[in-house]
T-cell receptor, first 114, second 115 residues
Framework: AQSVAQPEDQVNVAEGNPLTVKCTYS??????LFWYVQYPNRGLQFLLK??????LVKGSYGFEAEFNKSQTSFHLKKPSALVSDSALYFC????????????FGQGTTLQVKP | ETGVTQTPRHLVMGMTNKKSLKCEQH?????MYWYKQSAKKPLELMFV???????ENNSVPSRFSPECPNSSHLFLHLHTLQPEDSALYLC??????????????FGPGTRLTVL
């Protein structure tokens, strides 16, 4: 069965520093991986996805993610964090089948302090 | 309206009430999803509709009844809910066919409180 794990409940970084939010996955077949962000009392917003091709995927708001097949990881990164990046981040993997169903991780709260 | 909309945004109901949540997508997608998000819990997928056919029901209690009258609209009918059903209910849509790796687009959610 497909699954994702986000090992950190919370990540704290100082504004201007680089940030990393970790995600590991377990899939049978090719992995289709996604990152979403959720601000308080809002729905999830799509940030980026990996389907195939270049292992470094660039997304919205200056975020990027690195696909690492050998480590089965898909960590979210940003070179310079902003206070406004503080939110809840979800990693997801597409489930098998053709319904487009996603399996989400537990979520990681990112706190960026001034 | 653009994207995925949900109404109402907030709902307070008693355990004996009947209410419905509405979701509408303006993206031309062919799959729609209901999720439940409780405090300190991961997103729980409740129902999946693909081409207006329910293709997944994740052991959701019968007090939740989904309806998908067409590819743009999705409802969640609620009756005799329990306080533990209080949560944020999220609707999403995607273009799941012919390829199923397109991203899902989420609505803002309905914050449900059951008294």
């Amino acid at each position: 069965a497909q699954s994702v794990a986000q090992p950190e409940d919370q990540v704290n970084v100082a504004e201007g520093n680089p940030l990393t939010v970790k995600c590991t996955y377990s899939v049978s077949g090719n992995p289709y991986l996604f990152w979403y962000v959720q601000y308080p009392n809002r729905g999830l917003q799509f940030l980026l996805k990996y389907i195939t091709g270049d292992n470094l995927v660039k997304g919205s708001y200056g975020f990027e993610a690195e696909f690492n097949k050998s480590q089965t990881s898909f960590h979210l990164k940003k070179p310079s964090a902003l206070v406004s990046d503080s939110a809840l981040y979800f990693c997801a993997v597409r489930d098998s089948g053709n319904t487009g169903k996603l399996i989400f991780g537990q979520g990681t709260t990112l706190q960026v302090k001034p | 309206e653009t994207g995925v909309t949900q109404t109402p945004r907030h709902l307070v109901m008693g355990m004996t009430n009947k209410k419905s949540l509405k979701c509408e997508q303006h993206l031309g997608h062919n799959a729609m999803y209901w999720y439940k998000q409780s405090a300190k819990k991961p997103l729980e997928l409740m129902f999946v509709y693909s081409l207006e056919e329910r293709v997944e029901n994740n052991s959701v209690p019968s007090r939740f009844s989904p309806e998908c009258p067409n590819s743009s609209h999705l409802f969640l009918h609620l009756h005799t809910l329990q306080p533990e059903d209080s949560a944020l209910y999220l609707c999403a849509s995607s273009q799941a066919r012919p390829v199923a790796y397109n991203e899902q687009f989420f609505g803002p959610g309905t914050r449900l409180t059951v008294l």
